[in-house]
């Protein structure tokens, strides 16, 4: 049974940096084929693909975004992370991580209930 | 970017009708098209893959299809529990995008 389940600092103030932590499991990152996704939806809005990070540590960043994003995996914990800097009111929104259907460029077949984020002063 | 435009925005329908929701590609995406359910404070879930591929333990009526860079997400014999906001996504190249979203009401 494939699982994930996202989380992070729920409230944090504009230019700090947001980390954002999925734990999974039912698969493994270390696997052929095998990829994590990070999307965002603020509130009532559509949905915003972010990164992604593959078995072999292969990154696609979402080029409106990717000067400030970082993914990064821990296979031996089951964990994916995404760090996002100098946040703005803008990035205020539920995250999703998913993982990505192999061989796919970005099929989710398994999203985590998401983890709601607020950026305010 | 590949753009995604889903229509319509909303659409109300009753139970045991049947509906159509469109997404239109702005280049060929070669049937990579995904079919998303999200329903109200919770994740949004994959109902068809490679525009006509239903997912496991997807109802049979819930179907993909699609003519040259149009696809459509049929939903046949609609269902109480159909009530949701459906997206579109291609997943043929980077980045990956969504349609703006399609909201389902049952009357």
Known sequence: ?121 | DIQMTQSPASLSASLGETVTIECLASEDIYSNLAWYQQKPGKSPQLLIYDASSLQDGVPSRFSGSESGTQYSLEINSLQSEDAATYFCQQHHDYPPTFGGGTKLELK
């Open chain 1, 1 to 121: 049974q494939v699982t994930l389940k996202e989380s992070g600092p729920g409230i944090l103030q504009p230019s700090q940096t947001l980390s954002l932590t999925c734990t999974f499991s039912g698969f493994s990152l270390s696997t052929y084929g095998m990829g994590v996704g990070w999307i965002r939806q603020p509130s009532g809005k559509g949905l915003e693909w972010l990164a992604n990070i593959w078995w072999d540590d292969d990154k696609y960043y979402n080029p409106s975004l990717k000067n400030r994003l970082t993914i990064s995996k821990d296979t031996s914990n089951n964990q994916a992370f995404l760090k996002i800097t100098n946040v703005d009111t803008a990035d205020t929104a539920t995250y999703y991580c998913a993982r990505i259907a192999s061989t796919t460029v970005a099929l989710f077949d398994y999203w985590g209930q998401g983890v709601m984020v607020t950026v305010s002063s």
